[in-house]
């Protein structure tokens, strides 16, 4: 069956940096689009960086563009999610996402806090 596991959150400062990963398995990993949301307290979960099959094309929410930067790694079946010059509103948990028709699946979410 398909499984997304996050790893690499904690708890980091302002300005500070952190890398996600997430390891997938159960699907053709290296023939789809990966994708990090996020989701902080009372908001509705977000799209952070969505990254082609091959890894050449990979789009950005507008506030991560310049500090995140989203990457695979297809002979391993990995994605991730490097986060620099973070800030307190970057604070959430952060899933990783793959679509598979007719549905989303997720991971269990790793949490990322900023915090002095």
């Known amino acids: 069956q398909v499984q997304l596991v996050e790893s690499g959150g904690g708890l980091v400062q302002p300005g500070g940096s952190l890398r996600l990963s997430c390891a997938a398995s159960g699907f053709p990993f290296s023939r789809n689009v990966m994708s990090w949301y996020r989701q902080a307290p009372g908001k509705e979960r977000e799209l952070v960086a969505a990254i082609s099959s091959a890894g050449n094309n990979i789009n950005y929410v507008d506030s991560a563009k310049g500090r995140f930067t989203a990457s695979r790694d297809n002979s391993k079946n990995m994605v991730y999610l490097q986060m620099n010059s973070l800030k307190s509103e970057d604070m959430a948990v952060y899933y990783c996402?793959?679509?598979?028709?007719?549905?989303?699946?997720w991971g269990q979410g790793t949490q990322v806090t900023v915090s002095s």
């Open positions: 996402n793959v679509y598979l028709f007719p549905q989303d699946f």
